[in-house]
């Protein structure tokens, strides 16, 4: 049977795994379990939206985000010293991470600036997904709707996510029949070209 219910402390280290089924390659992924846990804990001491999908049990799938974007990045800016020390470990294990650390921390930078205009009454949608073993069936829009409704019950009255612009078809088209419209394309570390995604609600 699948349920739907937030995540709490103790459930970070399932979801950083599940992250991993879910994401792999991409540059959170390649930086480690611990790396996740932290990135995730922001989200839940910030009050942002963890939901996971379950069955029998097994958490199978995900979906976080936060509202007051401009105020997120700038908890994770304050948190800088812990993801400093998690991203030297990461560069321990894997050196060739280094240059997406530089990329990525640039990127950070700007994605806050050009978030700054966030207000409390934004909900960014910062990562969704389904483990590939149970994909279909229509979870993948069941956990978009449940977080679209509870961003909606928190009082935000816009949600803004991004993805990649280019041979993402699936992706684009997932976002789309959850009413998100296509805005900007823009570029983050290492030439990687985004869209950004807005949906009014």
């Not at 991409?26 to 996971?52: C, D, H, N, Q, W």
């Not at 997406?100 to 969704?128: M, P």
């Not at 009255?157 to 280019?166: E, G, I, W």
């Amino acid at each position: 049977m699948m349920s739907i219910r937030p995540l709490k402390a103790n459930d970070l280290a399932a979801l950083a795994l599940l992250h991993q089924q879910v994401h792999p390659g991409f540059f959170l992924t390649r930086m480690g379990r611990p790396f996740l846990v932290a990135y995730y804990s922001v989200i839940l001491k910030e009050g942002g939206i963890l939901l996971g999908l379950e069955e029998e049990g097994r958490l199978v799938g995900m979906a976080a985000g936060f509202l007051h974007p401009a105020a997120f990045y700038g908890s994770l800016r304050k948190s800088r010293v812990k993801f400093a020390w998690l991203s030297f470990l990461a560069l321990l294990k894997s050196p060739s991470l280094l240059p997406a650390i530089f990329e990525n921390s640039r990127s950070v930078r700007e994605d806050g600036r050009r978030r700054r205009n966030g207000t409390a009454q934004v909900c960014e949608l910062a990562a969704i997904g389904v483990h590939p073993d149970f994909r279909g069936g229509a979870r993948g829009r069941q956990l978009g709707e449940a977080f679209i409704a509870e961003a909606r019950a928190r009082g935000a009255k816009q949600l803004r996510a991004s993805t990649d612009a280019h041979e993402n078809d699936a992706a684009r088209a997932y976002h789309a029949g959850l009413g998100f419209l296509e805005g900007e394309e823009y570029e983050v570390g290492g030439g990687r070209r985004m869209i950004a995604l807005e949906k009014e609600l």
